[in-house]
């Protein structure tokens, strides 16, 4: 079947009874959208782009682009467009791309492995270090001068005190923004439970503010989730301060809760600290409103030491974008 997609035919388009439904689009050569069968998990059809592309003097391939809706329309045609062009130039744009990212990756693994070698090690060593309340505004106004995803990342990190590693690849399948809710799922976290985290309306802006490239959150390119070790060392440069990491951040932000009047039970909870033994058998609570509560506490807080210092008479609420 082919016509001139539209987002509507799209959304329309009820998937096939079996096999699979191709429709090949009129507006740019080699593109057709798949749907297969719906299922429990795709009640309305998985649907994804395909692409047919001949490179100049070697044979036709063909690649899938990404899922739709994630992968909209007009996204879906000028990845084509661009693939086509590059094919009748004789390049294999695909082919390049997946080649500079394997690279890329082998490159980012050895930087990470080098950078959580030395973050472990001084984690034990500088183990107390909190940012100050003369620190903490360098911090987040530096934060200004830094692009997303990086920006949002480690604001977040300032507001929920999370492990580095879990907001890093945090996914949009484990938020429920409207309820305020961050689902972890335990594989990916140090505990043997699945840990919730309420997160403050400054958290939940900034969250919903991220444009949505895929499954994960902090991305970039939408495949997998953003390194960290740039948007430290642009931190470093920007606020002058370079004797810290980012697990700081979480130190500093259970630090500020006992500050402001937190309980230790409900302070422990929120950064996801194992309970004694007796109390994880007997007390299954999950203490939801009290930490989200204790959270907004914190935000607050964290608003006055940013915006106008520890004297300020009034809260400013953080905002993505401040």
């Known amino acids: 079947m082919k016509t001139k997609l539209t987002d509507r035919f799209i959304r329309t388009r009820k998937p096939p009874a079996t096999g699979r439904l191709i429709i090949t689009d009129t507006a740019v050569p080699g593109l057709s959208l798949r749907i297969n069968p719906a299922s429990t998990k795709n009640p309305e059809g998985l ?29 879906a045609r000028q990845r084509a467009a661009e ?20 690279e890329q990756r082998r490159a980012e693994a050895k930087v990470r492995t080098i950078q ?18 003369d620190e903490l505004p360098l911090f987040w106004q530096a934060l200004d001068r830094i692009p997303d995803p990086g920006r949002s990342y480690v604001r977040v990190l300032m507001l929920t005190g999370c492990r580095r590693e879990e907001a ?110 007796l109390e994880r058998t007997y007390n299954a609570f999950a203490y939801r409103d009290e930490k989200r509560s204790a959270l907004e506490r914190w935000a607050r807080h964290l608003s006055v030491i940013v915006t106008e210092g520890l004297a300020a008479p009034n809260v400013v609420e953080l905002r993505s974008g401040t």
Request: charged letters at 25%; hydrophobic letters at 40%.
């Open 47 to 75: 649907r994804y782009w395909l692409l047919r592309y001949r490179p100049r003097h070697q044979a036709q391939r063909s690649t899938v682009l990404g899922p739709y809706p994630a992968l909209g329309l007009a996204e």
């Open 83 to 102: 693939t086509v062009n590059a094919a009748n130039k004789g390049v294999d744009l695909i082919a390049v791309e997946a080649r500079q990212a394997e």
């Open 116 to 133: 959580e070698v030395g973050d472990d090690y001084l984690a034990h060593v500088p183990r107390g270090r909190i940012l100050s309340a």
């Open 168 to 277: 890093r690849a945090m996914k949009w399948a484990e938020l429920d923004l409207k309820g305020r809710l961050w689902s972890l799922p335990s594989q990916r976290t140090k505990s043997a439970r699945a840990p919730e985290v309420p997160l403050s309306q400054p958290a939940r802006e900034i969250i919903s503010s991220m444009q949505r490239r895929g499954p994960f959150v902090f991305t970039i390119n939408g495949e997998r989730p953003m390194t960290v070790h740039q948007v430290k060392a642009r931190l470093d440069r920007e606020t002058g301060i370079k004797d810290w990491r980012l697990h700081d951040l979480r130190r500093t932000l259970r630090s500020g809760l006992a500050e402001i009047g937190v309980s230790y039970e409900i302070a422990e909870r929120i950064i996801g600290h194992a309970m004694p033994q």
